[in-house]
């Protein structure tokens, strides 16, 4: 947790005490008597470029805005930022509005794209220009950079005194597509000796011969995501612009912009840092080619850290919404544990996934003593921790699958699993069992296990009350299993820091990040999963149905996380 967030975990009587950060600090400030928006309603919005998918560092973002207005009470908008047509999509736009919705946060009738507002983009430009506070340059990227300055030197613009009457007549000839592609653009006049190069008369507008996925090919020249961005937020009536870190310099432009156009209101900018995984790569532009160059199946792959990645692995609302909640709010950078994600996870499948048996590795177990064409059936609990959950039935014969990993044919020691002559093991929720021989093919591979059960074991404690020395294996009635694929995922690198340094981040990515099983043999009871439902493995793991692939007949299970949890919190 970070240390701008500061929570209780539980009051005096045990209950739970609302977590404050330096954000809600704040807002709070700001909407007392006496604040910059005493007495108004808090408004926030979450503005996603709509070029891919919403990932885990984006998921935090639209918490923190979705969430801060929900804490005081107001509202919070959903914008498309489009006002870069490059590789913005009608497609990103839709999964966008459905992994907000997943997370469980509406926007209402407040949804709205960057790209309506381009023509009052356009009028608060020429305003500017109109004030002598913007001017139409001729400079090319190359003279740009060159006369962009340093600390020591401040920048130049040759055409920074051009009169207001020329910057109009050149602006309106751009928009109407006189000019080529880097051309002129329009920058603002402010500050050519500004330590804060942001302020160096930077670029309003630039001219982009781009079809926009909304606004088709009307428009040639675009605003700056600097420049539109206050001028939507104000115009929408945002109280407080949250944002990440990056845009901390950037925030004299925003007040700047607001202060000089002709706008409606001043909201606040405030920023946070990002969120930082290890094992994990955040940038869009990365994913992008991970999935263009075939690296993953596509942005729901479940190795990735897309939304709809994890909820295809098998991730849920809660697990996600208490992860972003248990790190904080934060001003300086830090990166989490992909761990601590998984753990997240792991605590909200424990306590509401249905318990349910599946062999990974399936070997035949043979209990030679259990009458042939004999079946019984069995009542095991859905969910030890939740009794409301009920129970299911499952059946139990002469022939088993059990799990290859549990039979030995010469043990280890401290093994206390089957093997010949070894100690009795339970089947969970059925009888004890010793093992009395094995079957091999030509290769030496073990085909069958043989084994005797106490038949007055049943529920797996024996009548006589005697001590069980080894494990409690699960099985699978050979009888009545189906068939499945189980998917292992791993972590899509091996490198924890995969962006560091010089490293090129595809060199990092791990060869065993994926396993696919096939003939598993699952109990029938998960026959007819659906996609997405979300089972615990017993002994195994997390898995879900695969949203995409698993149908009845044809199931394939995506393992969301192992059992065992490597996340050890910090002291």
């Not at 500017?128 to 962009?148: D, H, N, S």
């Not at 091999?440 to 007055?456: H, L």
Request: glycine letters at 8%; one cysteine or more.
């Amino acid at each position: 947790m970070s240390e701008e967030t500061k929570t209780t975990a539980a009051g005096a009587e045990g209950e739970a005490v609302e977590s404050q950060n330096f954000i809600h600090q704040f807002i709070k400030e700001d909407i007392a008597p006496g604040g910059q928006f005493a007495g108004m309603q808090v408004h926030t919005r979450f503005p996603p470029e709509p070029n891919g998918y919403l990932h885990i560092g984006h998921c935090k973002a639209l918490i923190i805005d979705f969430g801060s207005a929900e804490k005081f009470g107001g509202i919070c908008n959903l914008r498309m930022d489009d006002t870069n047509p490059a590789k913005e999509d009608t497609e990103f736009v839709d999964a966008i509005k459905e992994d907000i919705h997943w997370l469980g946060f509406d926007w209402g009738d407040r949804f709205f794209y960057g790209s309506d507002y381009f023509e009052e983009d356009y009028r608060q430009a020429v305003g500017l220009i109109k004030k002598g506070l913007a001017y139409v340059c001729e400079l090319t990227p190359e003279q740009f950079k060159e006369y962009r300055g340093d600390v020591n030197t401040p920048a130049r613009s040759p055409f920074r005194d051009r009169p207001v009457e020329e910057s109009l007549d050149l602006f309106q000839r751009m928009r109407s597509g006189e000019f080529p592609e880097g051309k002129y653009t329009l920058r603002a006049k402010i500050d050519l000796t500004s330590g804060n190069f942001n302020m160096r008369d930077p670029v309003l507008y630039r001219i982009r011969y781009i079809h926009h996925h909304r606004q088709g090919d009307k428009w040639c020249i675009y605003p700056m995501y600097d420049f539109a961005h206050p001028i939507q937020d104000a115009l929408e009536g945002i109280t407080h612009s949250l944002c990440s870190l990056e845009y901390e310099d950037h925030r004299p432009l925003y007040n700047w912009v607001v202060e000089h156009c002709d706008l409606p209101s001043h909201p606040r900018q405030i920023e946070f840092a990002r969120l930082g995984i290890d094992h994990t790569v955040m940038s869009k532009r990365k994913l992008r080619q991970l999935v263009e160059e075939g690296r993953v199946s596509g942005w729901d792959d479940p190795r990735m850290p897309t939304l709809c990645g994890l909820r295809r692995r098998g991730y849920t609302p809660t697990s996600i919404r208490n992860f972003c909640d248990r790190i904080g709010v934060a001003k300086n950078p830090s990166t989490v544990e992909y761990s601590f994600l998984e753990h997240c996870l792991r605590e909200d499948l424990n306590d509401h996934a249905q318990r349910a048996m599946a062999v990974l590795r399936p070997v035949k177990l043979v209990i030679t003593n259990y009458p042939a064409g004999q079946s019984e059936t069995l009542t095991i609990e859905n969910n030890p921790l939740d009794p409301a959950a009920g129970t299911r039935e499952v059946t139990f014969s002469r022939e088993l699958w059990v799990e290859a990993d549990d039979f030995l044919t010469q043990p280890v020691p401290k093994y206390k699993r089957l093997y010949p002559g070894g100690p009795e093991c339970r089947l969970k929720g059925a009888y004890l069992i010793k093992c009395v021989g094995y079957e091999t093919d030509e290769n030496g591979n073990v085909t069958e296990i043989a084994a005797e059960y106490d038949p007055d074991s049943r529920g797996g404690d024996p009548a006589d009350g005697r001590k069980v020395k080894g494990a409690t294996i699960h099985w699978v009635d050979a009888a009545t299993a189906v068939n499945a694929q189980v998917r292992l995922y791993d972590n899509l690198f091996s490198d924890a820091d995969p962006d560091g340094g010089d490293k090129n981040f595809l060199d990092c990515l791990n060869p065993a990040s994926l396993e696919v099983l096939t003939g598993c043999k699952l109990e029938a009871s998960l026959a007819n999963a659906q996609p997405s439902d979300r089972f615990q493995f017993l002994r195994v793991g997390y898995f879900c149905a695969d949203s995409k692939d698993s149908k009845p007949g044809a199931l394939v299970f995506n393992r969301a996380v192992s059992l065992k949890d490597s996340f050890k919190p910090k002291k």
